[in-house]
């Protein structure tokens, strides 16, 4: 069946040829507003990142480290400043003939080979325009010598920036700590783009890493406009860096300085305080090491010498030591005694010995004092007064006071590591060792032996506490110090009687005579003390108790002090402690030291003076005994590779960890054996060798 022919008309032609035109239009409208709406969102909406990933494109950014904020004494004298660092990088985009500009770099560098081998590993993971360090720290010829001869080292850069000083070297080693590169760990944790910047360093160590975001400040840009590929178009506007904030200290750069050198030889610390406010004045200790030396990465072999050394200058002694107190307790119990009721005046008899139990408990004093008050059992350190008075009275009595005192105490200071002892008492025993308290126990506590340890921090706020009769508490930022402390809950009149006794420690006939002062107006009271590291078997005691002399380093006894002057009105105190001194060198000795230490606050030149006499016997000053240290190790040793990984900090060591392990096991034995067969005191009268 065919179908009829359908005739178009002109108007069903014009119809159908405009509605396909519609649609058509339509559609290329859609499709218009579609594109006009993608290209209204990425110009409007999309704009900053856009242009942020254009710019990125065009410009090439390099962070500049930021200077570091110093750190200040009270005088506003700079312990650790920023000095002009002249450094030399390499661009690796911009490097030719590889080859022959490392050959010529070391050359005018003078470079030693494991250098070159680390610059070629360097460059071999480098790409595009992030510098790779040649070297830093160049003298001025050296660095003068490479910007001359530019044009023969395309891809080199020479740069002035800043690098950390430390004026005073070692001795602020361990207050300050030092700055370092960060390791892969520490970028890892934060992917930081400033943390793999060339010559950025931070806080490794000390109160450079606890004053970390203080310190550091905002990085600057140095901005080059590149091709697609790379190429340098031209050098843009830089953005300067902002500072850190720079820290003023309670410390005294001066003080600190002569505490570090007049400890010479020792392995010691010592710690100064304001009486008035706590203020810290110095910390120091020592041995130390050089903390400019670390900042531009130590070698393997220095780092084994410090870690080999048994004077161990790897630790913070002041906090990170623990040591019998010995005999500097004993105005302190002296003041519990008093606290408990027991009367000034009240006497006891020592013979040189005590019988308790199976026991026998001896005085440093082998024929005895014969009848003693609190005041003589303080000058003379009579042992037999305080094992008599603490077997009446009971350990329980005076551990409280002790606390009050600051033994047992961690400070808030902004110190990485605090090591804080113990106070023992019956309930401390009964949770540790599960174990009662026994009278034995009580006596070897009551000289400051036993289970009681210290650091030299807290044995220094005893000493300002003893003094002052206020709860002082220590401060190191001196826009922290914490003034008008309040009394402590005693009666001050028992205070005036201790600070009478320790007088006359020093200028009444005791034990610390060696200590006298000859500032005229002021005068030192003090406490000396003798802590031993080994027991004395009776067999020894009765063929004739070795010397200190006589003995290997480590089995000498430590030397103590604590003191404050002036006497009748304190204004400073200090506590010190040398590892294994024995008392064996008077001018190396506590007494001698601390006499010094007061006279440097009184009468600097004074001090200086006397520092010049002796120095010179101990082999000369830190920095002299350092270096001839470091040159007769070398000579023993065979050659290691030139610098070690900065992941393990000093305080961190092994080597301090397996000191402190051992201290903590020589402590544990000493406390568990109960005879009584220990010198807390070796009298140390004026004139004695």
Not at 182 to 193: H, I, S
Not at 245 to 263: C, F, K, S
Not at 522 to 543: F, N, P
Request: aromatic share 6%; net charge positive; proline share 6%.
């Amino acid at each position: 069946m065919k179908r009829p022919v359908r005739t178009m008309t002109e108007a069903a032609q014009a119809y159908s040829f405009s509605r396909r035109a519609f649609v058509l239009g339509a559609g290329q409208a859609g499709i218009g507003l579609l594109l006009a709406g993608r290209m209204a969102w990425l110009s409007i909406a999309q704009n900053e990142k856009y242009q942020l990933l254009s710019e990125s494109n065009r410009v090439n950014t390099t962070l500049i480290p930021p200077r570091r904020g110093w750190i200040i004494d009270r005088n506003g004298l700079p312990i650790a400043n920023n000095r002009t660092d002249f450094r030399v990088d390499i661009i690796p985009e911009r490097l030719e003939n590889k080859d022959a500009v490392l050959a010529r770099l070391q050359q005018i560098l003078r470079l030693p080979p494991e250098d070159m081998e680390r610059l070629r590993l360097d460059l071999k993971d480098a790409k595009g325009l992030k510098p790779v360090q040649v070297a830093e720290r160049l003298d001025w010829e050296r660095f003068a010598a490479v910007s001359v001869r530019l044009p023969e080292l395309p891809g080199v850069q020479p740069t002035r920036g800043f690098a950390r000083y430390y004026p005073a070297g070692a001795a602020v080693a361990h207050l300050t700590g030092y700055v370092g590169v960060p390791t892969a760990e520490q970028y890892k944790e934060t992917r930081e783009p400033l943390l793999v910047t060339p010559g950025f360093k931070l806080g490794k160590d000390g109160l450079e890493k606890t004053l970390e975001k203080r310190l550091r400040g905002i990085p600057g840009a140095k901005r080059v406009e590149v091709t697609a590929r790379g190429k340098l178009v031209a050098e843009l506007a830089t953005r300067p860096d902002i500072p850190g904030h720079n820290t003023r200290l309670t410390i005294d750069a001066g003080l600190q300085e002569y505490v570090a050198r007049r400890l010479g030889t020792n392995s010691g610390s010592a710690v100064v305080m304001d009486c008035l406010t706590g203020e810290m004045l110095a910390m120091v200790s020592m041995p130390a090491y050089n903390p400019n030396s670390f900042s531009d990465g130590i070698s393997h072999l220095e780092w084994k010498m410090l870690s080999d050394d048994d004077h161990i200058p790897l630790m913070n002694k002041v906090t990170q030591g623990l040591y019998p107190p010995g005999s500097t307790v004993k105005p302190m119990n002296g003041l519990a005694l008093l606290h408990a009721g027991v009367p000034a005046s009240e006497r006891v008899f020592c013979s040189g010995a005590m019988r308790v139990g199976t026991g026998v408990f001896h005085c440093h004093k082998r024929g005895g004092h014969g009848p003693v008050d609190l005041k003589r059992a303080i000058e003379q350190s009579c042992d037999i007064y305080f094992y008599e008075m603490i077997r009446r009275m009971g350990y329980d009595r005076i551990a409280p006071v002790a606390r009050m005192m600051g033994l047992g105490q961690k400070f808030d200071l902004p110190l990485a590591t605090q090591r804080y002892g113990t106070v023992p008492d019956s309930e401390w025993k009964q949770r540790k060792y599960k174990t009662k308290w026994t009278v034995a126990d009580g006596l070897n506590a009551s000289i400051g032996q036993g289970y009681v340890l210290a650091n030299p921090l807290q044995l220094a706020v005893m000493a300002a506490r003893l003094a002052s009769g206020r709860a002082l508490q220590p401060s190191l930022l001196a826009a922290d110090v914490h003034r008008n402390a309040p009394f402590l809950s005693l009666d001050q009149d028992h205070f005036r009687i201790v600070r009478e006794a320790m007088f006359g420690v020093v200028n009444g006939g005791g034990t610390g005579g060696a200590a006298r002062m000859y500032v005229p107006g002021v005068s030192l009271a003090a406490k000396t003390g003798t802590a031993q590291v080994r027991r004395i078997t009776m067999a020894e005691r009765r063929a004739g108790v070795l010397k200190n002399g006589q003995l290997p380093f480590r089995l000498r006894d430590h030397a103590l002090l604590v003191c404050f002057a002036p006497a009748d009105n304190p204004r400073y105190a200090a506590g010190i402690v040398l590892e294994h001194n024995g008392h064996t060198v008077r001018n190396l000795d506590t007494p001698m030291i601390g006499r010094d230490i007061m006279t440097y606050l009184f009468d600097r030149e004074r001090a200086l003076k006397s520092l010049a006499e002796v120095e010179p016997t101990w082999g000369g000053n830190i920095e002299t005994r350092m270096a001839f240290q470091e040159a007769a190790y070398r000579a023993v040793n065979a050659p290691m590779p030139a610098t070690k990984t900065d992941a393990v900090i000093p305080t961190d060591a092994p080597a301090v960890e397996a000191a402190a392990a051992a201290a903590d096991r020589e402590a544990e034995t000493r406390a568990t054996q109960t005879t009584g067969n220990t010198v807390a005191e070796a009298s140390i009268p004026e004139g004695d060798e």
